[in-house]
């Protein structure tokens, strides 16, 4: 009997290990899903629901109304993958809207086609990301870039969000497009 009891307490003990492994493997599934899904939210662009201006009519007397569309909108798509104070920071400085707007403004389009994400192994906090997307201008002619970034998390939830990478294209981007 004791052997049969030292089996299933080994059985146990490996069991436990196994599963702690999977649970690990698991979290850092969902936070690289996590980043995935915000990358392909902010720059798929241009979106008409997450541009700031299109919520608002001439009508200034439905200004809060129309203000807490926007708001709602930003909160539920945004919401759940953001700290809370990254959320309300990011919501101050437009950094939701700042693709899509640009793009409508010079009338250009992102298209993503692959986002890899990595855990930093010098900062586990820390995940780099690069993005793989089409330009494509008002002409319609389309080229392939690259975009890097890092995602920095807290309790699974970004904290801090920046595209890094080359800054010359991202300029171009906010101000008009590929040349």
């Known amino acids: 009997m004791k052997k049969r009891e030292r089996g299933i307490a080994i059985f146990f003990i ?5 599963f ?13 899903e996590t980043v995935k899904k915000v990358v392909e939210l902010q720059m798929n662009a241009p979106d008409e629901k997450a541009i700031f201006q299109n919520y608002f009519s001439d009508d200034e007397g439905k200004f809060e109304e129309e203000y807490a569309q926007y ?21 101050r400085t437009d950094e939701f809207d700042m693709f899509h707007t640009v793009a409508d403004r010079y009338d250009y ?8 994400v ?21 002409d319609g002619e389309k080229t392939a870039i690259e975009v890097t970034g890092v995602a920095i998390m807290r309790d699974d939830q970004i904290a801090k969000m ?18």
Do not use: H
């Open 14 to 18: 490996a069991f436990c290990i196994l």
């Open 20 to 32: 702690a492994g999977c649970s690990k493997f698991d979290e850092q599934d969902q936070i690289k």
């Open 71 to 91: 708001m709602s909108y930003l909160k539920e798509t945004y919401g759940p993958y953001f700290t809370e104070s990254t959320f309300e920071l990011y919501t």
């Open 109 to 116: 389009q992102l298209k993503v086609n692959d986002v890899t």
């Open 118 to 138: 990595e855990q930093n192994e010098e900062t586990p906090t820390n995940y780099n990301f690069t993005v793989d997307l089409d330009y494509v201008n008002k």
């Open 162 to 179: 920046s595209y890094l990478g080359d800054k010359q294209l991202l300029r171009s981007l906010y101000s008009g497009g590929l040349e």
